[in-house]
């Protein structure tokens, strides 16, 4: 079994008028199961470079992330569901 779980949206790193954040590019992404491998994928955010309108830079597009449990886990054809090919990201056993 795997489970994956992550957010459509990010957080900006820097605070709003409201004392909040807004909405932004950039998320989390956790992977939990038997055939997923442990540890951090993709480089750590770095808050003070934010990026176009102050998104965080992601590292690991997330078209990355679904082609892999696609093809990898779920047998499918991924470039034929997404459309195109993605950055391989070797989280699968």
């Not at 199961?33 to 955010?45: E, I, M, N, Q, V």
């Not at 470079?49 to 679904?66: E, I, M, Q, W």
């Amino acid at each position: 079994m795997l489970i994956a779980t992550w957010s459509e949206f990010g957080r900006r790193p820097k605070e709003n008028a409201s004392g909040g954040t807004d909405h932004g590019a950039a998320a989390p992404l956790l992977l939990i199961g038997d055939p997923a491998k442990g540890g951090l994928y993709g480089a750590r955010a770095e808050p003070h470079r934010p990026r176009h309108h102050g998104n965080l830079k992601y590292a690991v597009d997330f078209r990355s992330v679904y082609q892999e449990i696609l093809g990898g886990h779920l047998g499918a054809d991924a470039k034929t569901i997404l459309g195109a090919t993605y950055d391989s990201v070797p989280f699968l056993t």
